[in-house]
């Protein structure tokens, strides 16, 4: 039964038992391994179930809602709701963040305290960078992110600073207005944004985008080569999209060793190219969950789980018989044959 219903982007908590009905306007688009939900207008909810009904009475000897030696309940700890965040970086480790080609960002600024004050980025003749000291937290916004694919102009350099990143991507397409946003602006890509850095946890990091196709604004490749190199990364922000763009999350992951758990990948059709190389080189990797029921597009898993964990569980739609199991380094397979593979309940 549901005991918890906190809709935190609107600072709103409601506690109270909701049996049979739950309100779907706006309609639920989305709900994630973690419980939380995500409705049309772009809300991040935070949904925590109750399995124990003699505590939704108060159970124990007492009887009464709240009484007796069994019922004092806990009060539930908001979620904190990451997609009202700026894009956040959490420095860990003394370094700078520079930046080969401001064009392709429209008045980027930074904040140290918490927005409150915004400097912005300018070209010098010596470099465009930001000073990342360890305990910084640093929030970011732009009016414009369009950052070139993997070796291209344009490169993003995060020099020798560690650190996690959260809160969302948005903050970079739409400046200070990024709340709520599920909508990509026109151009808008994050190639490599944070190839070859020491970026440890993205697990808070929002994408939002469901729909990755071109038609929604948002450039082919739109995260092509995104954490490709980050050899320290351990945990990957969630995917949510389930309409892909050709080449979308090509080569994303590619050499994070660290990388132990793929993010669920919800889409049932893929584009060209669309998976390829996606954790090509991950050697810690051992689990990837994959919905997709469609994988007759060009290139779209060329490469998709090689050089990974030589143990793991691949988990697929119930209804898709397609994937190609092969020996470990078959360029012709999808999946290792040294792996476990299973139908998702």
Not at 107 to 129: A, H, I, P, R
Not at 208 to 234: H, I, K, Q, R
Not at 312 to 328: L, R
Request: aromatic share 10%; glycine share 10%.
């Amino acid at each position: 039964m549901l005991k918890h219903f906190g809709v935190y982007s609107t600072e709103v908590e409601l506690n109270a038992d909701v049996t049979n009905e739950l309100l779907l306007e706006p309609w639920i688009v989305y709900i994630s391994s973690s419980n939380i939900i995500k409705y049309s207008d772009g809300r991040y909810v935070s949904l925590d179930i109750d399995e124990q009904n003699s505590e939704e009475q108060g159970g124990g000897s007492g009887g009464e809602q709240g009484g007796g030696s069994g019922g004092s309940q806990e009060p539930v700890t908001p979620v904190h709701d990451y997609s009202q965040d700026y894009l956040t970086i959490e420095v860990l480790s003394d370094g700078n963040l520079s930046i080969d080609d401001l064009e392709l960002f429209d008045e980027l600024s930074y904040s140290k305290d918490n927005g409150q004050t915004w400097n912005l980025v300018e070209s010098n003749e010596f470099n465009t960078s930001i000073n990342l000291y360890t305990g910084d937290i640093v929030l970011l916004k732009s009016n414009k992110c369009t950052t070139d694919t993997l070796g291209g102009s344009g490169t993003v350099n995060w020099n020798n600073a560690t650190f996690n990143v959260y809160g969302n991507i948005m903050s970079l397409c739409y400046g200070d207005n990024f709340t709520n946003k599920t909508v990509y602006p026109e151009n808008c890509s994050f190639c490599s944004l944070f190839h070859d850095s020491g970026v440890i946890s993205a697990e808070h990091l929002i994408l939002p985008g469901l729909d990755l196709s071109v038609s929604y604004g948002l450039s082919g490749n739109a995260y092509e080569a995104m954490f490709s190199g980050c050899t320290s990364l351990t945990i990957a922000p969630e995917l949510p999209a389930t309409i892909l763009s050709n080449g979308c999350y090509k080569e994303m992951f590619y050499g994070c060793i660290s990388l132990t758990t793929a993010p669920e990948l919800p889409a049932l059709t893929l584009s060209d190219e669309s998976y390829a190389g996606m954790f090509n080189e991950c050697s810690s990797l051992n689990y990837v969950k994959c919905l997709a029921t469609d994988i007759s597009a060009s290139e779209c898993v060329s490469l998709f789980i090689m050089g990974v964990a030589s143990s793991g569980t691949f988990v697929k739609n119930p209804n898709m018989t397609d994937w190609v199991v092969g020996s470990p380094g078959d360029s012709n397979s999808n999946i290792p044959d040294t792996w476990t593979l299973i139908d998702a309940a």
